[in-house]
């Protein structure tokens, strides 16, 4: 497989599957629906769906770059069902913190190259309660 170029940016295509940040959830969606927020370094259509399967979500568009979108998660998801979030090289910021409760097992964020925010903090309602 060759990459081409863009025509309208210096960065190089890449196909969308190995343009992907892997996650593993463990958590019922369907009744708790969570969202990823991305704010994107460029013009993209962002998505997330299992490795195995299309995507469950895509061509969610942020226009330019410093638009923001968000991926909703409603699908219930065990630790066997690992999810592509597409797009990960056009991620300048990445919020995780209404899904990084349910996170399992580690992140590897390597083809977040553009990445320079990241937010995997709880939200104040996931917080265990504090010991005095």
């Known amino acids: 497989m060759t990459a081409s170029p863009c025509s309208t940016h210096s960065t190089w295509q890449v196909p969308y599957r190995a343009d992907a940040l892997r996650l593993y959830f463990a ?4 009744n708790d629906r969570k969202r990823i927020n991305i704010t994107a370094s460029e013009r993209y259509y962002f998505g997330y769906g299992y490795t195995s399967k299309a995507p469950h979500v895509s ?9 923001k979108v968000s991926l909703e998660l409603d699908i ?18 990445l919020d995780l913190s209404d899904v990084s409760a349910y996170i399992v097992g580690t992140a590897n964020f390597d083809k977040c190259y553009r990445l320079s925010k990241l937010d995997v903090s709880l939200r104040h309602r996931d917080r265990p309660p504090s010991r005095r």
């Open 27 to 30: 958590h019922q969606f369907s």
């Open 76 to 93: 219930d998801l065990i630790v066997n069902d690992p999810q592509n979030i597409y797009g990960a090289s056009r991620m300048a910021e």
């Open 59 to 67: 061509g969610v568009r942020a226009d330019a770059a410093g638009s």
